[in-house]
């Protein structure tokens, strides 16, 4: 199985560690892990914020790069669904705006071979204890893409129950966005810092050391916001923790 981990543009550029984790991970597990250093963004920036014909290029560098391997993993559930989701929607476009199926078709063999890290481990791998080490206190934030638009459900939290040392604790409203939402943000940031309290309160509550998720885009948003309520509590990817052994402990 010739595997390729897409890192993403967030990852590449601010979590660095997170991308480490995935292949320590999976190398592991066993897997052979590529990454193709042709990769660019996705597009979900720029389809997100209505340059939709602008992201196609994208859509199709990402096909051409991606396509000769069995399965594509990646550390955001964001991006993930940018590919599995709206990927095909801007082939139909194409299509419903006449200008034939070229798009359709490049993209379509790229859809389907597209995982979220968790995805892959539990569906593709059929894992769910990694054999990792984190004996720490922690919550899970289940981001909007990963829960709505991947639909990952019990994924995350299977892997997490079976972190050795590792204490799983309940987040209140849980399925609430955090508010980062990509240029929501921006655009509407009174109520992005709100939301974002809001998810940071409920972290607390939990007494929990570490909050996580699948995302580092929502990880962001939320550690900002910890940092300026001055929680004491650690935003850490999901992958990190997975990644983590006694052996050779994360932080």
């Not at 199709?60 to 399965?71: C, G, N, P, Q």
């Not at 597209?114 to 990792?132: I, K, R, S």
């Not at 019990?154 to 604790?169: I, M, N, S, T, Y």
Request: charged content about 25%.
């Amino acid at each position: 199985m010739r595997v390729a981990l897409f890192l993403t543009c967030v990852n590449d550029t601010l979590y660095p560690d997170t991308g480490r984790a995935v292949v320590k991970l999976l190398t592991r597990l066993g897997v052979d892990v590529d990454f193709p250093e042709a990769q660019t963004c996705c597009g979900q920036a720029h389809y997100n914020t209505g340059y939709r014909h602008e992201a196609e290029p994208m859509a199709r560098h990402f096909a051409d790069v991606f396509r000769e391997y069995d399965a594509v993993v990646t550390p955001s559930g964001s991006c993930g669904a940018m590919v599995r989701e709206l990927y095909p929607r801007m082939g139909e476009r194409a299509r419903s705006e006449g200008r034939g199926d070229g798009l359709a078709t490049v993209l379509a063999p790229v859809v389907p071979k597209t995982y979220e890290l968790t995805e892959f481990l539990v569906d593709v791998l059929e894992v769910t204890d990694v054999g990792a080490y984190y004996p720490h206190r922690v919550t899970y934030h289940p981001t909007c893409h990963g829960l709505r638009s991947l639909g990952l459900g019990e994924r995350p939290l299977r892997l997490l129950r079976a972190v050795k040392g590792l204490e799983l604790v309940e987040l209140p409203g849980a399925e609430e966005c955090c508010g980062f939402g990509g240029t929501f943000a921006l655009k509407n940031a009174d109520v992005s810092a709100a939301m974002g309290t809001d998810k940071v309160r409920n972290a607390e509550s939990t007494g929990a050391e570490v909050l996580c998720a699948a995302d580092n885009s929502c990880l962001m948003h939320i550690g900002g916001t910890m940092t300026r309520l001055r929680t004491g509590m650690r935003p850490v990817h999901i992958a990190e923790i997975l990644a983590s052994t006694e052996e050779d402990p994360s932080v």
